[in-house]
C-alpha cells in the first residue's frame, strides 16, 4: 500500500504541492477498505490529526486509492477455478467454483445440475498423482479443491460412493440409473468380476433398457457390435444376448434397469471398495469395504468377514491397520487385528473408506428400550457430518429422503420406527417409478411419476428352477464368510499379521492399548469443530425428574459434561439416548458454555416450568483421541458400544446374543448380513450331480448336492447318487451332535432311491416340511402309501398302518420290510403342511408347535434324520436352524442364526434359500426364548 501511494504521489508532483504524507497505516483499514471514488483529500480529512487539517492543497486534485489498489492485484486474483465434471453417461460438464470454498460447493452444483434427490451414495473422484504411484482418491466436501488436487486442470468423476446392499429398493428411479450405469462401467471395466452367463442376461437388460423391446426389423445381425458389456465379449456372446433381449418385451426402462440390478447384487465383488494389503508372510492380500462389514481376500477368494456391528474400534498407526472386535459377555479380553498396508497414505485412505461405510450403513435411530430383564442404549450417533434418512411425503408419494445432519435437530425424534437404511428391508414401503422419454439426455432425464411394479429381492421362478419360495441360479451366488461370533481371545486369522508383541504372549488386553480421552481433538479423525452433534428431546417423568447428572462449568474451567445417566428414566429412554460423557453445548436454545455449574442446573429444572415443559438439549456426543501429543497421533474410529441397563452385568452370554438379534432384525443389519452370505461354499464341487445319468434326478437344475457330502447309496438301481447331503451341527458345551440329511422330495423315478437311503441310512424319522401341490404344481411325489395300504420299492415294502392329520400336522407310522431278508423297522413320517404358497407363515406359533414335536420324537435316536421339502434347501434349512437355536438355548449357548446357516452351507449349498425365511426363523427363535417355551437345562445354569 504505502509504495503504491508514495509512486502515486511522485508522478502527481508537476501539478501539485502537497504537504508531506501521512503514511497510509495510519489511515483506518477499514476505512481503506470501504473507499470507493472517493478522493485522497476526502480520506484525510476524516483520518488526518486536526492540525493538519487547517493545511489546503495549493491546486486541485483526486486520487482514488481503491482503483489503485485494484490494478496493483488484478494479477493476482483469480478467484474462480474451472472444474470438468465426467458423469457416468461419459458426458462433461464444465462448473465454475470459488477457489477458496470448500468442496461441497462443487458437489452441490453437480447434485443440482443432475436433480438429484437421493445425493449421499454419490461422490466426486479424481487422479491423485503422488510421489510413488497414482491412486484414485475422493474429494473431500470439506476441504478445499486446492488443497486436495494438482491443478489446473481439475477433473472429476462423478461415481456410487456407497453401494447398498439392495438398490432396486432405493426410493427414486433416478438414484437407480445412476448405480444401473456405475455397475454397468464397473462390469466393462472389469472391477466387477461376472461369470459369463451371468454377464450374458445382465447385458440383454441393458439392452432392453438402452433399445427397448426387440425389433427384427430394426435389429438386425450385428446391432450389439457397437455396445459394450463385458471385458472379453465376442459375437456368441452378442448372439446370446440377442436372444435374451427377445424375451425382455414389454420391459421399460426402469423394468429393465430394475431387473438388472436385482441380479448385479448378487455379484460376490459388488460394491466392494478393494484395499492393496500384505500379511505377515508379506504376500499379497485384499482388504474390501463393504455394506455389511469389512471382507478378507486372499488369492481372489473372501477368506473372512468382520461385520459392521462386530467392530467397536478402527484405527491406523503409520502404516498399519487395525480393527477392534466386540467383547463378548464378561471376557475381559479384547479382539484386535492388524495389517500392513503399502503405505501411510494407503493406510489412511482405507480408514477413511471404513469409518465413512461404518457411518453411512450402520446409522439408524433406535427404537425405545425393551422392557425385558435388560436394555440397550442407543448404539451409534456419528461424529462426522453423516446422513439420516426420514420419510417425507412429495407429491402424493411417501419416499425416502436423505437429510444432512445439521438440519434434522426438529426431525430426529420423528423418523418412523419402520425405517431402515436405503439396503435393508423396511415395512410396507411405497414405491414409485418415472417413466424416461426419448429424446432426453441421460444426464437430465425427464421424469413423470407412473405406477411401476416393484419386484422382490428374489429371483424370478422359473419352471426348471427351484421354486420353494422363490428360486435362485447357483452361479449367481455370492461368497461371504463371518467370523466366529464368540469371540474371546486375540484372532489369528491364517496369513493376516495379527498383532503381537515379541515381549508378550498373543493375548492382548485393552490395557496394552493406549489411554483415551473424552475428547476428540480435530485432527485424531478429520471432523472439524462445530460438526455431528446431536440434539435430543424428553419430557421429565411424574416427579418432574430427567433421569442424569452433569458436571463442569465454567466457574470450574470445564466444559458441561453429563456425568451419569439412570436406567429407565427419560434420558436413558429419550431418541437418540443421552450418554454418559455427553458434552453439552445448547439447553432449550441456551449456548451454556459461559455458565456456572449452577446455572446450568437451573436452567436444566426451569425448563419444568415452561408450557412445553420440554428438554432440548444440544450434545457433542463422547468420543476418544490420542492423549500422547508427542507420538505420531492413532487415527481411531469408535462407535459407541452397548450399554446395558437394569440387570445387565448379570447377563449371559445367549441373552447378550438374543438382544443382538433382536436390534439387528430392528435395524435390517441381519437381513443385508444373510443377503451377503456364501450360497455355495467356495471350493465345494458338484460334479455327480451334473452327470448325464444323474441330470433327471434333481427335481431343479440349480439344486444339487455337494461331491463331499453327499450321500451316496451302496444298493442303488440305477447309480449311486441321490440328491441329499449329510448335515451334522454340533452343539458347544454339550456333546450333542445333531444328524440329519438334507433332501429333495423324491421324484416319481427317484423313490426307489429314496428308501433305498432310509434302509442303508437306518433312519427312522422322516420330516416333510412341504405338501404334495403347491400353486397348482408338483412340489413331491407321495412315495408313501395311504392308511393301511402297501407299496414295494425294489427290494423294500412299505406300509402305512397309522395315520394323523390336523389342520397343521400330518402324522404316520410305516412299517419298512427288507423283502429279501425279511427285516422290518418303524418308520416314523412327519409331515408340516401349514406352510402358505407364497412366503412363510405369518404366526410361527404352528411350526414352532410342529418343531417341538419333531424335537421329542428325535429323543434316543442317533441315526440321521431325513428332512425334506421340495428342494430341499428352504424349508429344510429352516426348520434345522429352528432345531439347532434351540438345543443351543437348552445348553445355554450363544445363538448366532447367521453362523448357523454358514454351518449349515458348508454341508449343502443354499439352506435357507430367502430372505423372508431367514427372517422368519431369526424371529421364531426370539420368540422360543422370550416365551419361554425352551429354557436353559438346569445342568448348564450358572
Given at each position: ?204 437388460y441393458a439392452v432392453q433398457s438402452e433399445l427397448g423391446d426387440y425389433n427384427p426389423d430394426e435389429h438386425i445381425d450385428g446391432y450389439l457390435s ?136 450402520r446409522l439408524h435411530t433406535p427404537n425405545p428400550p425393551s422392557k425385558k430383564v435388560f436394555s440397550l442404549g442407543s448404539k451409534f450417533r456419528y ?243 490420542s492423549e500422547d501429543p508427542a507420538e505420531e497421533p492413532e487415527f481411531n474410529y469408535m462407535p459407541e458400544t452397548h450399554q446395558i441397563t437394569g ?296
Amino acid at each position: 500500500m504505502q509504495n503504491a501511494e508514495a509512486a502515486a504521489v511522485t508522478n502527481m508532483e508537476s501539478d501539485l504541492k502537497i504537504l508531506p504524507v501521512v503514511p497510509m497505516g495510519s489511515v483506518g483499514a477499514t476505512k481503506t477498505n470501504l473507499v470507493s471514488d472517493v478522493g485522497l483529500k476526502n480520506v484525510l480529512e476524516e483520518e488526518l490529526h486536526p492540525a493538519a487539517m487547517s493545511m489546503r492543497l495549493v491546486s486541485s486534485g483526486s486520487y482514488n486509492v481503491r482503483a489503485s489498489e485494484m490494478a496493483h492485484y488484478t494479477d493476482r486474483q483469480p478467484k474462480v477455478i474451472t472444474c470438468i465434471v465426467t458423469f457416468l453417461d461419459d458426458s462433461r460438464e464444465a462448473f465454475e467454483v470459488d477457489k477458496r470454498t470448500k468442496s461441497q460447493h462443487l458437489l452441490d452444483k453437480v447434485y443440482d445440475h443432475l436433480e438429484l434427490v437421493e445425493k449421499d451414495y454419490f461422490g466426486l473422484q479424481f487422479l491423485d498423482i503422488g510421489p510413488d504411484a497414482e491412486t484414485i482418491r475422493w474429494l473431500d466436501p470439506l476441504k478445499t479443491i486446492k488443497k486436495q488436487c494438482r491443478g489446473p486442470p481439475y477433473e472429476f468423476f462423478f461415481r456410487v460412493k456407497f453401494y447398498v446392499s439392495d438398490p432396486s429398493k432405493l426410493a427414486e428411479e433416478y438414484t437407480r440409473y445412476h448405480f444401473f450405469l456405475q455397475v454397468k462401467r464397473d462390469i466393462v471395466e472389469g472391477r466387477l468380476q461376472c461369470p459369463r452367463s451371468t454377464a450374458v442376461l445382465l447385458a440383454s437388460y441393458a439392452v432392453q433398457s438402452e433399445l427397448g423391446d426387440y425389433n427384427p426389423d430394426e435389429h438386425i445381425d450385428g446391432y450389439l457390435s457397437e455396445f459394450r458389456f463385458f471385458p472379453s465379449q465376442t459375437e456368441d456372446f452378442e448372439k446370446e444376448v440377442s436372444e435374451h433381449h427377445k424375451k425382455h418385451r414389454g420391459q421399460t426402462p426402469a423394468d429393465a434397469e430394475y431387473n438388472y440390478l436385482d441380479k448385479a447384487k448378487r455379484l460376490e465383488m459388488y460394491g466392494v471398495d478393494l484395499h492393496n494389503a500384505r500379511d505377515q508372510s508379506n504376500l499379497d492380500i485384499q482388504l474390501g469395504v463393504t455394506s455389511v462389514g469389512l471382507v478378507v481376500f486372499q488369492n481372489n477368494l473372501k477368506i473372512n468377514t468382520f461385520p459392521w456391528a462386530k467392530i467397536v474400534k478402527i484405527s491406523f498407526k503409520r502404516k498399519q491397520f487395525f480393527i477392534q472386535l466386540r467383547r463378548e459377555g464378561n471376557e475381559n479380553i479384547e479382539n484386535l487385528i492388524g495389517f500392513n498396508m503399502v503405505s501411510y497414505r494407503s493406510c489412511k485412505n482405507l480408514w477413511k473408506s471404513c469409518v465413512e461405510h461404518h457411518t453411512f450403513f450402520r446409522l439408524h435411530t433406535p427404537n425405545p428400550p425393551s422392557k425385558k430383564v435388560f436394555s440397550l442404549g442407543s448404539k451409534f450417533r456419528y461424529r462426522s457430518p453423516s446422513k439420516r434418512y426420514a420419510r417425507r411425503t412429495v407429491g402424493g408419494h411417501t419416499r425416502n429422503v436423505i437429510l444432512e445432519e445439521k438440519n434434522i435437530i426438529d426431525g430426529y425424534r420423528n423418523i418412523p420406527k419402520s425405517q431402515t437404511f436405503a439396503g435393508t428391508t423396511q415395512n410396507n414401503p411405497t414405491h414409485h417409478s418415472f417413466h424416461r422419454y426419448d429424446g432426453i439426455s441421460h444426464n437430465h432425464r425427464a421424469t413423470l411419476p407412473h405406477d411401476y411394479k416393484m419386484g422382490t429381492s428374489e429371483a424370478s421362478i422359473h419352471s426348471e428352477k427351484s421354486d420353494d419360495d422363490g428360486g435362485f441360479e447357483a452361479h449367481k451366488a455370492k461368497r461371504d464368510t463371518y467370523p466366529n461370533p464368540i469371540p474371546t481371545k486375540f484372532v489369528n486369522v491364517p496369513n493376516i499379521n495379527g498383532i503381537k508383541d515379541p515381549n508378550h504372549n498373543q493375548e492382548r488386553t485393552l490395557d496394552s492399548l493406549p489411554v483415551y480421552n473424552d475428547y476428540l481433538s480435530p485432527n485424531s479423525n478429520g471432523i472439524p469443530d462445530g460438526q455431528g452433534l446431536v440434539t435430543i428431546r424428553m419430557m421429565p417423568d411424574e416427579q418432574g425428574r430427567f433421569g442424569f447428572n452433569v458436571k463442569g462449568g465454567a466457574d470450574q474451567g470445564m466444559p458441561i459434561i453429563v456425568s451419569r445417566v439412570a436406567p429407565g428414566t427419560p434420558a436413558d429412554n429419550s431418541e437418540p439416548r443421552l450418554n454418559e460423557g455427553d458434552q453439552v453445548l445448547f439447553i432449550n436454545g441456551r449456548d451454556v458454555s459461559q455458565h456456572t455449574h449452577e446455572q446450568v442446573v437451573m436452567f436444566i429444572k426451569a425448563s419444568r416450568e415452561t408450557h412445553s415443559m420440554e428438554l432440548v438439549l444440544v450434545v457433542r456426543p463422547n468420543v476418544y483421541t490420542s492423549e500422547d501429543p508427542a507420538e505420531e497421533p492413532e487415527f481411531n474410529y469408535m462407535p459407541e458400544t452397548h450399554q446395558i441397563t437394569g440387570s445387565a452385568n448379570g447377563a449371559t452370554n445367549l441373552e447378550l446374543s438374543l438382544a443382538l438379534l433382536q436390534e439387528s432384525l430392528d435395524s435390517g443389519a441381519a437381513l443385508a448380513q444373510f443377503e451377503q452370505l456364501y450360497r455355495k461354499k467356495p471350493g465345494m464341487t458338484m460334479n455327480a450331480a451334473r452327470l448325464e445319468v444323474n441330470i433327471p434326478k434333481n427335481r431343479y437344475r440349480d439344486i444339487s448336492p455337494y461331491d463331499q457330502t453327499r450321500v451316496i447309496l451302496k444298493g442303488g438301481s440305477s447309480g449311486d447318487y441321490i440328491n441329499a447331503n449329510y448335515v451334522n451341527m454340533e452343539i458347544p458345551g454339550s456333546g450333542i451332535v445333531n444328524r440329519y440329511i438334507a433332501a429333495q422330495g423324491p421324484l416319481q423315478i427317484t423313490c426307489v432311491d429314496y428308501w433305498q437311503m432310509i434302509w442303508e441310512q437306518q433312519s427312522t424319522l422322516v420330516v416333510m416340511l412341504t405338501t404334495k401341490v403347491e400353486k397348482g404344481r408338483v412340489k413331491c411325489h407321495q412315495y408313501w402309501p395311504d392308511l393301511y395300504e402297501t407299496q414295494e420299492h425294489g427290494q423294500l415294502q412299505i406300509t402305512c398302518v397309522k395315520e394323523e392329520e390336523t389342520t397343521s400336522f400330518a402324522f404316520r407310522e410305516l412299517n419298512l420290510t427288507h423283502m429279501e431278508t425279511h427285516e422290518e423297522r418303524q418308520i416314523s413320517h412327519m409331515q408340516y403342511i401349514a406352510w402358505p404358497d407364497h412366503g412363510v407363515p405369518d404366526d410361527p406359533a404352528d411350526f414352532l408347535e410342529f418343531v417341538v414335536k419333531v424335537r421329542q420324537k428325535r429323543t434316543g435316536i442317533v441315526e440321521p434324520t431325513i428332512v425334506h421339502c421340495s428342494a430341499g434347501i428352504g424349508r429344510t434349512g429352516v426348520l434345522i436352524t429352528m432345531e439347532t437355536a434351540m438345543c443351543l438355548i437348552e445348553s445355554n449357548q450363544p445363538v448366532y442364526p447367521l453362523s448357523i446357516v454358514r454351518q449349515m452351507r458348508d454341508q449343502r449349498a443354499m439352506l435357507i434359500q430367502t430372505a423372508s425365511q431367514y427372517k422368519f426363523v431369526c424371529e421364531a427363535i426370539l420368540k422360543v426364548f422370550n416365551d419361554g417355551i425352551v429354557k436353559p437345562l438346569p445342568d448348564y445354569q450358572r
